[in-house]
Nanobody, 125 residues
Framework: QVQLVESGGGLVQAGGSLRLSCAASGRAFSSYAMGWFRQAPGKEREFVSGINRSGGSTTYVDSVKGRFTISRDNAKNTVYLQMNSLKPEDTAVYYC??????????????????WGQGTQVTVSS
């Protein structure tokens, strides 16, 4: 199995920044496209950002465009989510997940095979 471990979450003031990391083990990291999702209390899990296997193509939900940047370092088996200009609305548990390859179905969490345990991001107002 692929094991995913998120880190980098925490408490930050509105307008601040956090950098989330997701470290993978158990299989060739470059074999998977990756997604970041988040889930706030009382809400369904929401797609945030995705990146293809090579890292050459990225996508974002409209609410984070211009503020968040996804990247990956396949040599380190790690995907990152740089989050700038954070808003209270960004407060959620953030999860990384793997999918075989990026496709039109990759916005759906049901398409993903493996998930990390999540890391809490709290943005104070």
């Amino acid at each position: 199995q692929v094991q995913l471990v998120e880190s980098g979450g925490g408490l930050v003031q509105a307008g601040g920044s956090l950098r989330l990391s997701c470290a993978a083990s158990g299989r060739a990291f470059s074999s998977y496209a990756m997604g970041w999702f988040r889930q706030a209390p009382g809400k369904e899990r929401e797609f945030v950002s995705g990146i293809n296997r090579s890292g050459g193509s990225t996508t974002y939900v409209d609410s984070v465009k211009g503020r968040f940047t996804i990247s990956r370092d396949n040599a380190k088996n790690t995907v990152y989510l740089q989050m700038n200009s954070l808003k209270p609305e960004d407060t959620a548990v953030y999860y990384c997940a793997t999918v075989k390859s990026w496709s039109d179905t990759s916005y759906d969490p049901k398409s993903y095979y493996y998930w990390g345990q999540g890391t809490q991001v709290t943005v104070s107002s």
